[in-house]
């Protein structure tokens, strides 16, 4: 049984493996973090080994500390124990996010390539993978969210507002105005990049969604070939079944 987790700025994500089926999962916002929500949720749960992609590097530090402490065992962590097997064409390879590298190589291994992943989560990030199987590169904006809290911090008068799908094209009402523009905004954003990307990389590109929020976004975009809310998760999953292999 293996405990796959993705520290993401916003959540924790959480799914228990055995072999690659989903057994048990769960969430924890990452700023509530701790051990005891952490002991709480796995209680009477059988875990032998455990797999962290990070972006949060203060919270990776205690849950590897903690999971120690609980499992009896050190986790392997992206990165530092183990390396994700792509070719990586980055300027300056260290710089790349390992959830950015675990998503190509899921992505690659089960849709294909060329490919270009979308992950919408606290950012969004478009990542690109070439007919070779190598990680290029890509795009990196800020989320949803943030784009809304971003528009009540910094005005007068645009109030703080839940996201969710709008009920007009054309709002009728602050709110309504706020919810239409970020939504389709970044709805016609996607599309636009993933129809250039697609020119770039030919013709049998496929462009797969994850994170967070992609079945908010997805119902919006015409361009996704496929979506994958589970796909770094997943990923970490196959990175660590290939090194017991090996």
Do not use: W
Request: hydrophobic content about 40%.
């Amino acid at each position: 049984m293996l405990l796959a987790i993705d520290i993401g700025n916003t959540n924790i994500t959480f799914r228990l493996f055995r072999a690659d089926r989903i057994k048990h999962c769960f969430n924890i916002p990452t700023q509530d973090y701790n051990l005891r929500n952490l002991r709480q949720n796995l209680r009477k749960l059988k875990i032998d080994n455990a797999i962290i992609c990070s972006v949060v590097p203060p919270v990776t530090r205690k849950i590897e500390r903690d999971l120690r402490s609980l499992l009896g065992r050190q986790p392997q962590i992206i990165g530092k124990h183990i390396r994700v097997p792509i070719k990586n064409l980055y300027r300056n390879p260290k710089a790349v996010g390992q959830d950015r590298l675990v998503n190509a190589y899921a992505g690659v291994k089960l849709y294909g390539a060329p490919l270009v992943v979308v992950d919408f989560g606290t950012a969004v990030t478009f990542d690109v993978i070439s007919k070779k199987k190598e990680y290029r590169g890509g795009m990196i904006l800020p989320g949803l969210r943030i784009s809304l809290e971003a528009l009540n911090a910094r005005t007068a008068l645009l109030p703080k507002i839940k996201l969710e799908g709008p009920k007009e094209f054309i709002g009728r009402d602050t709110k309504s105005s706020m919810l239409s523009g970020i939504i389709y905004g970044f709805s016609a954003l996607t599309d636009n990049l993933i129809a250039r990307l697609k020119h770039k990389l030919g013709k049998k590109t496929k462009a797969i969604g994850t994170g967070g929020n992609i079945g908010l976004i997805s119902r919006y975009c015409r361009s996704l070939d496929g979506k994958d809310i589970r796909l770094t998760l997943k990923g970490l999953n196959m990175l660590f079944l290939q090194q017991k292999n090996t």
